[in-house]
T-cell receptor, first 111, second 113 residues
């Protein structure tokens, strides 16, 4: 069974913030939330990950709810190059973990 | 160097051929992965190597045979494939003890005729 649920597609205007939601209601205490994206015909690219605190890096921000049952990836100023499929993955951050991709959200950034 | 290099980029093979896909990284990562991706679908995990040992095989048919000769190199040997095995094959690597940030190659586009 899928550990995460994401909307299949979203649109965003160029220059605006893109907010991509992810539900992970069965997340365990030792599982992290990872976000990856895949631009057409390229390999997936790591974006960000977190356990329970909000995280920010040069690419995006990750907001995790207090109960950890959902999260939101925020691209603060979306550009056309951010058009991609975004994957939210829940997994342990240790040797036994494995990255299993769900269906993802296809984000289209429009001019 | 933060690259995962996959060769060849494209491969066409017949159902009776034997071929190999190659993946290389020089980031000191001790976990390496093979994924298969069909068009418009998410990547599907095939194999995981951890410290040069096969740790996960996601029930992949034996016509796919992985090999990890050393910590920098990962191969996928192909034999007697079917047309439905045509897909993009992706390699990835990460630190052996954690998934924190996996780096993916650009993939090998395989066509079985």
């Amino acid at each position: 069974d899928a550990k995460t649920t994401q909307p299949p597609s979203m649109d965003c205007a160029e220059g605006r913030a893109a907010n991509l939601p992810c539900n992970h209601s069965t997340i365990s205490g030792n599982e992290y939330v990872y976000w990856y994206r895949q631009i057409h015909s390229q390999g997936p690219q790591y974006i960000i990950h977190g356990l329970k605190n909000n995280e920010t890096n040069e690419m995006a921000s990750l907001i995790i709810t207090e109960d950890r049952k959902s999260s939101t990836l925020i691209l603060p100023h979306a550009t056309l190059r951010d058009t991609a499929v975004y994957y939210c993955i829940v997994e342990r951050n240790n040797q036994g973990g494995k990255l299993i991709f769900g269906q993802g959200t296809e984000l289209s950034v429009k001019p | 160097d933060t690259e995962v290099t996959q060769t060849p980029k494209h491969l066409v093979m017949g159902m009776t051929n034997k071929k190999s896909l190659k993946c290389e990284q020089h980031m000191g990562h001790r976990a390496m992965y093979w994924y298969k991706q069909k068009a418009k679908k998410p990547p599907e995990l095939m194999f995981v190597y951890s410290y040069e040992k096969l740790s996960i095989n996601e029930s992949v048919p034996s016509r796919f045979s992985p090999e990890c000769p050393n910590s920098s190199l990962l191969n996928l040997h192909l034999h007697a494939l079917q047309p439905e095995d045509s897909a993009l094959y992706l390699c990835a690597s990460s630190h052996g003890d954690r998934l924190t940030e996996a780096f993916f190659g650009q993939g090998t586009r395989l066509t079985v005729v």
